[in-house]
């Protein structure tokens, strides 16, 4: 890194929520200890598995120990948690990072270096991707994710209403970078009240963080996460419903409207004038309706699964001048659905299609996202480096 480069790093703050893992943490920490970045760990684990303050030999990550109170549940130690994490930050940038996730450098340098020269620019997002490691073979495979995620039209706009119901953008603000005094805000916002399921803070960070920042996408690799796999610490993942089908259950009615008081009281405070309050409460409703629409609930896709995999096999025999005039007249998405057109911007790299390190990077090469090489060797051979070998151990 350059002088300039480690400048620019020493004003960022990463934060990492965590609970019960101390291997993932014991890698985070060799990752990020040789870097100018501020790193604080906020672990919600019954004990802690490090030295409390400043970790030993390694002044740049600082370890907090938030176990859970007697009879405070996962979500509760988890929302207190992260009210704690929303103070830390004293840089001027900040992000969050999963435990078993990480980010390039050479992104974060970017995306703060962005920041810095663009005062109208809030928070910034990257493009990700995942890795796992096989069994088998103990080797590493890779793959893109979230190719298609874009800045909106309205992403940087400076109206709030315009930028958080825009559905012209794709991307998730829960990664971002962001100039600290947003990131905050979206994070004490988004946590205000407890839940019983896991996807509910994400629409809050999202839709909030719309609220709050001016966004940019950039296609470089910035975000670096494991392949999704339940996580052996929360009972009955896997099984979780949609949010469409938990904002439409009744039992959850009580929670919905707590969400909706959050979001609203969230708008209010960057929706200025009379009509401020009108003003939130009307788009609350929007995004209420946006998540709970029935065509993303569980049994309506599936229903509308089987009907369109009906009407491919019915087009099947056609010649294929007709079923080019039919895929001609479908719109994109619906073809997506039955299979006739790729979803896949870079079909060669998506989530079904693994691959070994030397060959993703070479189809990634091919494609208009921007990566540093040298990082994907780096993460590699951490995650293979014996635990032995680590510097610093968790009290296990």
Same mark, same amino acid.
């Given at each position: 890194?350059?002088?300039?480069?480690?400048?620019l790093?020493?004003?960022l703050?990463i934060?990492i929520?965590?609970c %019960?893992r101390?291997?993932?943490?014991? /890698?985070?920490?060799?990752?990020?200890? &040789?870097t100018?970045v501020t790193?604080?760990?906020?672990d919600g684990?019954?004990?802690?598995?490090f030295?409390?303050?400043?970790?030993?030999?390694?002044?740049?990550?600082t370890y907090?120990s938030?176990?859970?109170?007697?009879?405070?549940?996962r979500f509760? %130690?988890?929302t207190r /948690?992260?009210?704690?994490?929303?103070?830390?930050?004293v840089t !001027?940038?900040?992000?969050?990072?999963?435990?078993? &996730?990480?980010f390039t450098?050479?992104?974060?340098?970017?995306?703060?270096s962005?920041?810095?020269s663009?005062?109208? +620019?809030d928070?910034?997002?990257?493009?990700?991707?995942e890795f796992k490691?096989s069994?088998?073979?103990s080797?590493?495979?890779?793959?893109?994710r979230?190719?298609?995620?874009k800045?909106? &039209?309205?992403?940087?706009?400076?109206?709030v209403?315009l930028?958080?119901l &825009?559905k #012209?953008?794709? @991307?998730?603000l829960?990664y971002?970078?962001?100039?600290?005094?947003?990131?905050?805000k979206?994070?004490?916002s988004?946590?205000?009240i407890?839940?019983?399921h896991?996807?509910f @803070?994400?629409?809050s960070?999202?839709?909030?963080g719309n609220?709050?920042?001016?966004t940019?996408?950039?296609?470089?690799?910035?975000?670096? !996460?494991?392949a999704?796999?339940?996580?052996? %610490?929360? =009972?009955?993942?896997?099984?979780?419903a /949609?949010?469409?089908?938990w @904002?439409?259950?009744? !039992?959850n009615?009580?929670?919905?409207k707590?969400?909706?008081?959050?979001?609203?009281?969230?708008f209010?405070?960057?929706i =200025?004038g009379?009509?401020?309050?009108?003003i939130s409460?009307n788009?609350?409703?929007?995004?209420?309706?946006?998540? #709970?629409?029935?065509?993303e609930?569980r049994?309506?896709?599936?229903? !509308?699964?089987?009907?369109?995999?009906?009407?491919?096999?019915?087009?099947? @025999?056609?010649p #294929?001048?007709?079923?080019l005039?039919?895929?001609?007249?479908?719109? %994109?998405?619906?073809?997506v659905?039955?299979?006739?057109?790729?979803g896949?911007i870079?079909?060669?790299?998506?989530?079904?299609?693994?691959?070994?390190?030397p060959d993703f990077?070479?189809g +990634?090469?091919d494609t208009?996202i #921007?990566?540093?090489s040298?990082?994907?060797?780096?993460i590699s051979k951490?995650?293979?480096?014996?635990?032995?070998?680590? /510097?610093?151990?968790?009290?296990?």
């Amino acid at each position: 890194m350059t002088p300039e480069e480690v400048e620019l790093l020493r004003e960022l703050t990463i934060v990492i929520p965590t609970c %019960n893992r101390p291997l993932e943490l014991e /890698r985070a920490i060799e990752y990020w200890r &040789d870097t100018p970045v501020t790193v604080h760990i906020v672990d919600g684990s019954e004990k802690p598995w490090f030295p409390l303050g400043d970790l030993p030999r390694v002044p740049n990550i600082t370890y907090h120990s938030l176990s859970p109170f007697i009879d405070e549940g996962r979500f509760q %130690n988890y929302t207190r /948690r992260m009210q704690f994490a929303s103070s830390i930050p004293v840089t !001027k940038f900040s992000a969050l990072c999963a435990d078993d &996730d990480f980010f390039t450098v050479s992104g974060l340098v970017k995306f703060c270096s962005q920041m810095n020269s663009d005062q109208n +620019l809030d928070a910034v997002v990257g493009i990700c991707s995942e890795f796992k490691l096989s069994d088998a073979s103990s080797e590493m495979r890779w793959h893109l994710r979230y190719a298609d995620w874009k800045t909106g &039209d309205h992403s940087r706009s400076d109206d709030v209403v315009l930028r958080v119901l &825009d559905k #012209s953008g794709a @991307f998730y603000l829960y990664y971002a970078v962001m100039r600290t005094e947003s990131w905050k805000k979206t994070v004490s916002s988004s946590f205000q009240i407890i839940c019983d399921h896991d996807y509910f @803070f994400e629409p809050s960070m999202n839709n909030l963080g719309n609220a709050f920042c001016k966004t940019s996408v950039e296609r470089h690799i910035c975000w670096i !996460k494991t392949a999704w796999a339940p996580n052996p %610490n929360i =009972p009955l993942l896997a099984n979780h419903a /949609r949010e469409a089908d938990w @904002f439409r259950d009744k !039992k959850n009615r009580h929670q919905v409207k707590l969400f909706e008081r959050q979001l609203k009281n969230g708008f209010a405070t960057v929706i =200025p004038g009379p009509n401020g309050g009108e003003i939130s409460g009307n788009l609350v409703k929007k995004i209420l309706q946006r998540i #709970s629409k029935k065509s993303e609930t569980r049994k309506y896709r599936k229903i !509308k699964g089987v009907v369109l995999k009906f009407f491919v096999r019915v087009f099947d @025999f056609l010649p #294929s001048d007709i079923k080019l005039f039919v895929n001609q007249s479908l719109p %994109n998405k619906l073809l997506v659905t039955t299979g006739a057109k790729n979803g896949d911007i870079f079909k060669n790299l998506t989530k079904n299609n693994y691959s070994l390190l030397p060959d993703f990077l070479l189809g +990634l090469a091919d494609t208009n996202i #921007s990566f540093d090489s040298k990082e994907f060797d780096a993460i590699s051979k951490l995650l293979l480096t014996p635990r032995e070998e680590l /510097r610093l151990h968790a009290n296990i």
